[in-house]
């Protein structure tokens, strides 16, 4: 799952990182440790990318990134359930 999530985050934007500058993913505590079958991806994106951050205002391609990082997490949600 990490590889392909990467691998097409690398092909939609320019800068893409794990585990920079924060590690981990949030997983319900029922299932941490206790169930492999339970996936977790965190997903960072940087405000720069969707504000101008001296002022607020949203950057005309906010709407773009949500858009394309759905798609992609679209893609590894049905890759991931393809594998089990």
Request: proline share 6%.
């Amino acid at each position: 799952m990490l590889s392909r999530a990467v691998g097409l985050f690398g092909k939609a934007f320019e800068n893409v990182k794990v585990n920079s500058p924060f590690s981990g993913a949030i997983v319900p505590l029922p299932f941490y440790i206790k169930d492999q079958r339970v996936p977790s991806l965190m997903i960072e994106i940087n405000r720069r990318l969707l504000m101008d951050e001296n002022t607020g205002e949203k950057l005309p391609r906010i709407d773009m990134v949500f858009q394309k990082t759905g798609e992609i997490l679209e893609k590894v949600i049905d890759h991931w359930a393809c594998s089990i």
